[in-house]
């Protein structure tokens, strides 16, 4: 699915004010998570079955230069998402994709599943595990608000333009001109993974100097694409013995 809705998130304009992590809570009506000073100013520390959106500090050296880089991690909302590949092996129903919007919705038959299977198939470590049922959680995109013509929370309250929402092609646009506009003097910047993701993230400088899986590793798609295709297989001839 090549249609639908993407996000672009311009990396270069995040301050780190924490509003769409902020405002992801609040509509989800989650829980707050205990935080304490542990040497970052990230908190809380990582995702959690709780918390599907957070600002990830780095403090890195470019050229010679301290600098602070910010990531506004998200499930990606991949186009052929792997998370589903592999829990289709056992439930065509436990993880589905919106055909609207392409938004990749996990359900509560997510907890019947294996679900390190699942996090393990995912080349970005999002899904996370809700201590109480089981279920898999992450991001759903907002999928409730975007059905009735509103933007995504975390996009509606950020106000550097950070965040953007729309269709595919629109925001395809977008990232490639603001790619342009950047590129003469951040020789460095590119687009993350955009062929495969519906979550485009503008990097400055090499996206492992953000965070370890802001990108997915050279040819882990095809390689986990492949080995589900194999357990697949190798399923179906058990079930037919």
């Known amino acids: 699915m090549t249609t639908g809705k993407s996000f672009f998130i311009d990396q270069t304009r995040c301050i780190a004010c924490r509003g769409c992590q902020v405002a992801c809570k609040q509509w989800k009506n989650q829980k707050v998570v205990a935080t304490s000073q542990h040497g970052s100013y990230q908190n809380p520390p990582d995702l959690d079955a709780s918390t599907f959106k957070l600002i990830r500090f780095s403090e890195v050296r470019v050229e010679g230069m301290l600098k602070w880089l910010f990531f506004p991690e998200q499930c990606r909302h991949c186009v052929d998402p792997p998370c589903k590949m592999a829990a289709d092996m056992y439930d065509r129903e436990a993880i589905v994709v919106d055909k609207n ?14 679900p390190w299977e699942i996090r393990n198939a995912c080349p970005y470590d999002i899904p996370r595990i809700h201590p109480e049922t089981g279920a898999l959680a992450k991001c759903n995109m907002c999928v409730d608000r975007v059905e009735n013509g509103l933007l995504p929370a975390c996009v509606k309250t950020c106000p550097t333009g950070t965040m953007n929402f729309g269709d595919r092609d629109a925001m395809l646009a977008l990232a490639e001109k ?12 590119q687009l993350v993974d955009a062929p495969h993701v519906r979550v485009l993230f503008l990097c400055e400088v090499h996206p492992s100097m953000y965070y370890s899986h802001l990108m997915a590793e050279p040819g882990l798609r095809r390689a986990g694409a492949a080995s589900l295709s194999r357990r697949d297989a190798l399923r179906k001839l058990t079930l037919m013995a």
Do not use: M
Request: charged share 30%; glycine share 4%.
């Open 178 to 189: 603001r790619l342009a506009e950047i590129k003469p003097s951040r020789p460095q910047a």
């Open 101 to 114: 919007t392409g938004a990749v919705l996990y359900t509560e038959r997510t907890k019947a599943l294996d």
